[in-house]
């Protein structure tokens, strides 16, 4: 590249730089300005071949590769594009011929310069002045000043010139800097896509986790409820089960009751039987039933064997009482004793199940506390639950007065 | 495209403007659909704001700097470019090489072109191939160098190095034909 005296080549360079740069993208406003200071300083920059590099050359250059691509690719551009765009090309070409015709007329209209003009140029050019040495001394001063003008400039413009090298090595940095920077931003997208894929593989996994955690909470909760539904329905099974059970004890206790009366009432009634038939020392007396509401209908004896101190009660018709309420008290009148302090024979209830289911009868055997010389006479009351002591006789149901043996 | 169509509309030929649309309409608007791919810019405003400024700018054309085509993709490149900045937002694009590796020509027929573009066409194929990729994503598709950098996954600085020295070397090599001798008009917004 030639460059004229004076001219760094790491300038010229620097400018065809720029130039070449302009040719293919925009520069910048510090490239602009660089490239206009070095303008001024090598208007005539030459390659090798002394062609002059310039801004026109190079555009040039560019615009023949442009046009010659796009001659191969061009687009049909659309019709009602092409008539708007013809329309706004014939009013442009009439604005150029408006403009054509007003320079025409600039031209033609110039007056002929006169025959003074023409004088003044003859003087100022010097063609026919006398030589004078003022003028020669007047000459001589402008040129001394001229060259120290052009020392000074030549100055200035190596200052300027070492300035523009700075600007370079400055620039050159921060293009360095700038592609240092575009390289740790290339690592940066990588991590960051790297990091980004982990991130989106760590919410896939959460995701399919949820999803298993989701599914398994709903068989947790379907085998809740099945567990609440067999649950319940044991429960209710173990309920009824226990409610038959109860029944059932119940059921028993009460057969089990029903047995114990009957055996009871089986071995009183055989009992009885064979006091009477085996013992012909027997008082037989048979019940009078007092007025009192319990005793109507009653009816029955009292067998009793004073040798054997054993003896029962047979009744009929006799009402059942409530243990929890009353309870009937059997009384033996000894003539040893006190008529108003009867023996106690034993307190007793009658039930349903305690009644023959043969005859209706029910026996109850006598339980004496004390030895019963000679019997006066045998009754039964109405007491407390759990019998009394000492009768008070307001609630006797039935009577059997013995009658003196025979002399 | 022999043809000049610039000069005439210049001038005020209206009837030059009809056929310059024709001529290079389809091109223009391909472009626009290359550059602005991504941005949601409206291709029609963009295509517009190129030919207005083609045909305000028809006088500054010199044929002998370079081709009528050339003169007006340069100028279509750096509107376009200009609408990419502006544009606030850009939708992931994917950009292939588009074969441009490959050592065929990607100019169609190459006897209907201009010569200088022609010859363009053919020395651009001469380059090293990482040289090509990077032109190709920043003269085809418009890309910025930073994208460049993006989609071929080089450093910055590399981008512009095999962007400077791929141009060098086209210079280079259309060295005989090309660069004019006399002094020549800027083209507008090329040095500013």
Redesign the interface.
């Known amino acids: 590249m030639n460059t004229a005296p004076g001219t760094s080549t790491a300038m010229a360079n620097r400018l ?2 720029l ?8 520069l910048t406003p510090t490239e ?1 300005s660089e ?2 200071t070095l ?1 001024h300083m090598h208007p005539q920059l030459q ?3 002394g ?28 019709g009602d ?2 008539a ?3 329309n ?3 009013d ?7 403009e ?2 007003r320079h025409r007329t600039i031209s033609i209209s110039q007056p002929p310069p006169t025959a003074n003009q023409v004088s003044d140029r003859v003087v100022r050019t010097g063609g026919s002045r006398p030589f004078s040495w003022p003028l020669l001394l007047t000459a001589a001063a402008a040129c001394a000043a001229l060259c120290t003008s052009v020392f000074m400039l030549v100055s200035s413009q190596r200052s300027q010139a070492e300035a523009v090298m700075a600007r370079q090595q400055l620039e050159t940095q921060q ?2 800097s ?2 240092r920077l ?2 740790a931003d290339g690592r940066i997208s990588t991590f960051s896509a790297t990091l980004e894929a982990q991130r989106q593989d760590a919410n896939a996994r959460l995701a399919l986790a949820a999803e298993q955690f989701a599914a398994l909470d709903q068989s947790n909760t379907e085998l809740s409820a099945i567990l609440q539904g067999e649950r319940s329905t044991a429960a209710k099974a173990v309920a009824q089960a226990t409610a038959d059970l109860a029944s059932a004890d119940s059921e028993i206790e009460s057969l089990q009751t029903r047995l114990a009366v009957s055996e009871r009432k089986l071995t009183a009634a055989e009992d009885r039987i064979s006091l009477l038939q085996q013992n012909p020392d027997n008082v037989q007396i048979a019940w009078t039933a007092t007025d009192i509401p319990e005793a109507k209908g009653v009816t029955g004896d009292v067998v009793w064997n004073a040798r054997l101190q054993q003896g029962y009660l047979r009744f009929k018709g006799l009402s059942a009482n409530d243990p929890g309420k009353e309870q009937y008290q059997a009384w033996i009148f000894d003539e040893g004793r006190d008529p108003k302090f009867p023996v106690d024979a034993g307190v007793f209830d009658i039930t349903l199940a305690s009644k023959d289911e043969a005859t209706g009868d029910l026996i109850i055997p006598i339980d004496p506390k004390l030895l019963i010389k000679n019997p006066a006479a045998f009754a039964v009351t109405l007491e407390t639950p759990g019998g009394v002591v000492v009768t008070d006789k307001k609630r006797v149901v039935v009577l059997a007065p013995v009658a003196p043996p025979t002399r | 495209m022999s043809t000049q169509f610039l000069p005439r509309i210049a001038a005020g030929d209206a009837s030059a403007v009809a056929a310059c649309l024709d001529e290079y309409g389809g091109t223009i608007w391909g472009l626009a659909e290359r550059y602005l791919r991504g941005f949601g810019d409206d291709l029609e405003d963009a295509v517009q704001e190129v030919f207005v400024e083609v045909w305000r700018h028809a006088g500054r054309f010199d044929p002998n700097q370079g081709s009528e085509a050339a003169f007006i993709a340069t100028i279509a490149h750096r509107r376009l470019i200009d609408r990419q900045r502006r544009a606030q937002t850009r939708r992931a694009v994917h950009f292939e090489d588009d074969g441009i590796l490959e050592s065929r020509a990607q100019t169609g027929n190459t006897a209907e072109l201009n010569d200088d573009v022609r010859k363009a066409s053919e020395a651009f194929q001469k380059l090293d191939a990482d040289e090509k990729q990077v032109l190709w994503f920043a003269l085809y598709h418009g890309l910025s160098h930073e994208r460049i950098a993006k989609t071929v996954n080089i450093p910055l600085g590399t981008v512009k190095t095999r962007l400077r020295r791929g141009l060098m070397r086209l210079r280079e090599l259309l060295n005989a034909d090309f660069a004019p001798t006399k002094a020549r008009p800027r083209v507008e917004g090329a040095a500013r």
């Open positions: 065809a730089e130039l070449a740069d302009q040719a293919t993208a925009p602009l490239l206009d303008l390659d090798s071949s062609r002059p590099i310039d801004a026109e050359s190079i555009a040039a250059l560019t615009g023949s590769l442009i046009a010659g691509w796009s001659s191969a690719k061009t687009a049909a551009m659309p594009v092409r708007r765009l013809l706004r090309g014939l442009v070409a009439r604005e150029n011929a408006r054509a015709s293009q360095e700038t592609d575009a390289a």
